[in-house]
């Protein structure tokens, strides 16, 4: 399927480290990178939610990649409405307190969310630059629900993205559920947004739908959480933990391929980040997308 690339959430997981999936010549930060990036053709940045990018950091990924290959970065935890540690922050975004107490962006001031994104569209700005950015995520936690608060925060991060692709990741399932079914992609697609697709347990209380839709001509996102019964309530590996199977995958192939009807590039992404069971489902996804085609 034309436009269709495949990777996993992570190439630093210390779970993917241990498990022996990097050769022994690819044991150094620049050497997984590599090793990595001569496999997949594209990889999402989980660390930049937990602390803001740094443009050093993003210019040596830019060098250390092959012209096509594409990062999708997480956005920082306080742009999507999550809490953060103030020793995460730059010093000049920092409130008074203790490096580990808990802030949200409403404690940095009335000029703080702003600070913020500029912070992380300037740590990203080589990966932009060097034609290796494929969205930024906003990954929004299991109690941004529907309303109109939520609509307005939606436009917002629109608003001070300054174009950069964003791809939008919905926890609470009311989005994606009886009367909003329609409606959310198309508060998306108004925004120029992508609706981000997901594979996790379902049955569950937090269980999302499997909703594929191209909310924009752009880009399309589909990230693999794993079948863990856990979902939403355990620990990262009990909500992660699950080996897909060609018989998980195949029922995604016919959405994969409506995704890419209408979207310029749909990037498939495995988050069930247990020893090497992202990269092994990423590869088999690859080969199974491959022999549809």
């Keep these: 399927m034309g436009g269709v690339v495949v990777g996993t959430c992570s190439w630093t997981d210390r779970a993917l480290v241990a498990s022996g999936w990097y050769p022994v010549g690819a044991r150094t930060a620049e050497g ?40 999708d970065v997480k956005a920082f935890a306080l742009m999507t409405g999550h809490r953060a540690q103030v020793g995460r922050l730059p010093p000049e975004l920092r409130p ?77 399932p009311a989005w994606l559920t009886g009367g909003r079914r329609a409606g959310t992609p198309a508060l998306l697609r108004e925004h120029g947004m992508a609706l981000v697709a997901v594979d996790t347990a379902q049955n569950l209380p937090t269980s999302m739908p499997p909703v594929a839709e191209a909310t924009c001509e ?8 794993g079948r863990s019964p856990h979902w939403g309530t355990g620990s990262k590996e009990d909500r992660f933990r699950h080996h897909y199977t ?40 690859s080969e199974l997308l491959e022999a549809a085609d």
């Design 218 to 225: 752009g880009l399309a996102v589909v990230r693999f959480h």
């Design 246 to 285: 060609r018989e998980d995958l195949l029922p995604w192939l016919p959405r994969v391929r409506r995704l890419a009807e209408g979207a310029d590039s749909v990037h498939v992404l495995f988050n069930n980040c247990c020893g090497d069971a992202s990269v092994t489902a990423a590869r088999l996804m």
């Design 96 to 172: 008074s307190g203790p490096p580990t107490r808990s802030v949200g962006v409403r404690d940095l001031g009335p000029d703080g969310e702003r600070m913020v994104w500029r912070a992380f569209l300037d740590g990203i700005a080589p990966l932009r630059d060097g034609d290796r950015l494929g969205s930024v995520l906003l990954q929004f936690p299991p109690s941004f629900a529907p309303g109109p608060g939520a609509r307005a925060r939606i436009a917002r991060c629109a608003e001070l993205a300054e174009g950069v692709p964003l791809a939008v990741e919905f926890r609470h």
């Design 32 to 71: 997984r990178l590599r090793y990595y990036a001569s496999v997949f053709p594209v990889v999402e940045v989980d660390a930049s939610f937990y602390a803001l990018p740094g443009a050093e950091r993003s210019r040596a990924w830019v060098e250390r990649t092959p012209k096509g290959f594409v990062f």
